[in-house]
């Protein structure tokens, strides 16, 4: 059995019976030197924007259930404070990234406003093949552009079809009126041999 002495005095934390008594407090040591560790490095990934609020979380809760039940042996008076520091870092960076989504949507949603306004200005265009690859470019981009909000998205998405289907419709009735006209001319031609 080994114990750990508090404040209010020795509390078990556990069994060790896989070798001697030496052996098993360096292995409760080791325990607590690694959570120190890991805690430390979560403080230091948080503080310099490389981690995820969501990927320390369990870090927490680990700290969380040593100071709740111990099972370590070393200094644990030190893990209450180490936990609050990561909780305050995780609330920055939880606010870091929450802005960082909020400018990536609005700058996305931007985006759309412009891929649009593109459209809206080649409705009328009279170079088929060229306005054609223009409109599947500018369809492309906006497939890749992030998610914003899904109403004013929508709306975009309306008036960039709206847009499309007007060129293509411009498109099919050109090209039906050629082969009208070509129609016709082949008939006069074909009464010009009978003449």
């Known amino acids: 059995n080994v114990f750990l002495n508090t404040d209010t005095g020795p509390v078990k934390i556990g069994q060790y019976v896989a070798g001697t008594p030496e052996e098993g407090l360096a292995f409760f040591r080791r325990k607590y030197d690694e959570l120190i ?3 430390q490095l979560a403080l230091t990934r948080l503080r310099e924007g490389k981690a995820t609020p969501d990927a320390l979380t369990a870090t927490v809760e680990r700290i969380a259930a040593v100071i709740e039940k111990p099972s370590v042996l070393g ?8 936990r609050t520091q990561i909780e305050e870092q ?11 989504k909020a400018a990536a949507k609005a700058a996305a949603l931007a985006r759309r406003e412009e ?7 080649l409705v009328n265009s009279t170079q088929w093949k060229s306005t054609g ?4 470019e500018l369809l ?3 497939k890749k552009l992030p998610g914003a909000d899904r109403g004013k998205e929508q709306e975009l998405w309306k008036r960039f079809s ?9 498109r099919r009735t050109h ?3 050629l082969e009208s006209v070509r129609a016709e001319g082949v008939a006069a031609k074909k009464a010009l041999i009978v003449k």
Do not use: H, Y
């Open 75 to 82: 200094d644990v008076s030190v893990l209450p404070q180490l």
């Open 133 to 136: 690859e223009r409109f599947k």
């Open 90 to 100: 995780l609330e920055k960076r939880k606010v870091e990234v929450g802005q960082a």
């Open 115 to 121: 891929i649009v306004t593109a459209a809206e200005a």
């Open 140 to 142: 492309d981009e906006w």
């Open 175 to 177: 090209f039906a009126n």
């Open 162 to 170: 709206a847009a499309r289907s007007s060129f293509d419709k411009t």
């Open 37 to 39: 560790a890991e805690a």
